[in-house]
């Protein structure tokens, strides 16, 4: 099956500095990729939908200034946390959609989990 | 508006007992949907799924689920649990805009 990976898979940084995610999708291409954040114990929230070659559509209530979205390639997007803190403290999931399947599949990557001190 | 509800966050069954994990869907339309499981600190793996062929699915590790149009619901079972079952499992529809939408999640545990 198709795969999507994720680097780094665990990352903690300090407060105010930057941290950048990866997402891949290493045996298709994907037009569409999305980003989702999710609380301990809670469900996948939608954070935004990153098309290639173009702006990242965030969902409402998520900051477009701070996290950042570029989905450079048909095979790459990538999730910047611009001025981490605390309460940026989740476990971060990416979705590659494999636009050529029927069904439209989405598949997903094993999530960051990122740390803010 | 699509939406998925999880009407368990939690339930615990006893290995070789049956599993029911319960969802309902809210859709103006027939929607794709399905069902996916985590375990801790991994990304989702898909159990199964609907697009609007067969009413009773199978999926993989012997779960499978029934879409019911008429109760609006889309609910996972397997007949034995297994220890290895245990994860938190997420229902999650899919409309006419290509996203997915999750349910709030249901939290397996399965007692020896």
């Known amino acids: 099956g198709a795969v999507v990976s994720q680097h780094p898979s665990w990352v903690i940084c300090k407060s105010g500095t930057s941290v950048k995610i990866e997402c891949r999708s290493l045996d298709f291409q994907a037009t569409t990729m999305f980003w989702y954040r999710q609380f301990p114990k809670q469900s996948l929230m939608l954070m935004a939908t990153s098309n290639e070659g173009s702006k990242a559509t965030y969902e409402q209530g998520v900051e477009k200034d701070k996290f950042l979205i570029n989905h450079a390639s048909l095979t790459l997007s990538t999730l910047t946390v611009t001025s981490a803190h605390p309460e940026d403290s989740s476990f971060y999931i990416c979705?590659?959609?494999?636009?050529?399947?029927?069904?439209?599949?989405?598949?997903f990557g094993p999530g960051t989990r990122l740390t803010v001190t | 508006a699509q939406s998925v509800t999880q009407l368990d966050s939690h339930v615990s069954v006893s290995e070789g007992t049956p599993v029911l994990l319960r969802c309902n869907y809210s859709?103006?339309?027939?929607?794709?949907l399905f069902w996916y499981v985590q375990h801790p600190n991994k990304g989702l793996q898909l159990l199964l799924k609907y697009t609007s062929a067969a009413t009773l699915v199978k999926g993989i590790n012997g779960f499978e689920a029934e879409f019911k149009k008429s109760e609006t619901s889309f609910h996972l079972t397997k007949p034995s649990a297994h220890m290895s079952d245990a994860a938190e499992y997420f229902c999650?529809?899919?409309?006419?805009?290509?996203?997915?939408?999750f349910g709030s999640g249901t939290q397996l545990t399965v007692l020896p």
């Open positions: 999650a529809g899919r409309g006419s805009a290509r996203q997915l939408t």
């Open positions: 979705s590659a959609r494999d636009d050529s399947s029927l069904g439209y599949e989405q598949y």
């Open positions: 859709s103006s339309y027939s929607p794709s």
